[in-house]
């Protein structure tokens, strides 16, 4: 089980290290022996590399290299959090998704891998749009940390306006620290509220990763994700689906004549969420996108075009 005793031996041993190699290997074989990682070998280089601000690579090539005692005591430090079940996302302040480096911290879900599935949908969609002579307007409900809108706009520049809601001030907050640092603060306009409610016009392009998971699964969760990650952005409505319930309701009021829905949504959830769509989209199509671990993870709602 993780722990979080600071005069736990494990600690010790860490903070006597004084090479970069015998810092890893202690570092690994407590987060393997405890339980604390499914990856205790990548999680003890991503923080020493955070520290010594070495790649992964080089932490392996030199493991000779000399670890400053203050060093030391900083890795133990750190350490010592994640063996408490701290996100290694939160304690370096960082995830890359898409390619872009995004501030991360317990304001916001940690931006997930199987997310940028969604995101590549929407780029392929804009991308389409954009070929046909028209910039497509983009808005991303639930936003957190940004991590769908400013992929985005960072990586499809051609579009000249996007928004962003979340009903968290702190959430949106950090936001504001990504875009700004992202250089897509000009383009993507941040706004506070209960989902589509803040949205000031219609759009074409509506993406959102909204908060799925039913309450009564909190057990089943990783510690990490339950004591860390903010509930609020974690546990849908109900039976997990009562946020996606809403957003369907709501959608048809902000949508332009042939927009496009984009959502990720849980493994077991697709069957429900297509009878939603038809209940609120009947003449729309639909088509599914698995993740990397082949669960049914993106629904693609493409509404008929005006006629």
């Known amino acids: 089980m993780p722990t979080d005793d600071p005069d736990d031996p494990i600690l010790h041993e860490v903070r006597a290290a004084t090479t970069w190699g015998a810092a890893l290997h202690v570092a690994s074989a407590a987060l393997a022996r405890t339980g604390a990682s499914a990856t205790p070998e990548l999680d003890a280089a991503v923080l020493l590399g955070h520290l010594t601000g070495a790649r992964r690579a080089t932490l392996l090539a030199y493991p000779e290299s ?10 133990a430090a750190l350490i010592e959090r ?34 940028e599935h969604l995101v590549e949908a929407a780029l392929v969609l804009a991308r389409a749009r954009l070929a046909r002579g028209a910039a ?11 991590a769908i809108a400013f992929s985005v706009a960072a990586l499809e520049p051609r579009l000249p ?7 968290s001030d702190a959430a949106l907050a950090l936001a504001a620290e990504n875009a700004a640092r992202l250089g897509v603060a000009a383009r993507v306009t941040l706004l506070a509220g209960d989902l589509l409610d803040p949205l000031p016009e219609p759009v074409d392009l509506l993406l959102a990763n909204l ?19 903010p509930a609020l952005a974690l546990y849908g409505a109900e039976d997990g689906r009562g946020h996606f319930r809403r957003f369907f309701a709501a959608a048809p009021a902000h949508l332009l004549p042939g927009a496009a829905l984009l959502l990720e949504f849980g493994y077991d959830q697709r069957h429900a969420l297509e009878a939603l769509v038809r209940a609120h989209f009947p003449q729309a199509t639909l088509r599914v996108i698995g993740d990397y671990a082949g669960w049914d993870r993106v629904l693609v709602v493409e509404t008929p075009a005006a006629e």
Not at 66 to 75: D, I, K, N, S, V
Not at 85 to 108: I, K, N, W
Not at 161 to 167: E, K
Not at 211 to 229: K, S
């Open 161 to 167: 306006r996007l928004y962003a809601t979340d009903v």
């Open 82 to 115: 994640r063996l408490a079940g701290e996100p290694v996302a939160y304690l370096t302040g960082h995830r890359e998704f898409m390619g872009l480096d995004f501030l991360t911290d317990s304001r916001a879900l940690i931006p997930r891998p199987e997310t």
């Open 211 to 229: 908060p799925y998971i039913a309450p009564r699964e909190a057990p089943t969760l990783q510690i990490d994700v339950t004591r860390y990650e």
């Open 136 to 146: 497509p307007l983009v808005a991303d409900i639930g936003t957190g940390s940004g």
């Open 66 to 75: 000399a670890l400053p005692t203050e060093q030391a005591a900083a890795y």
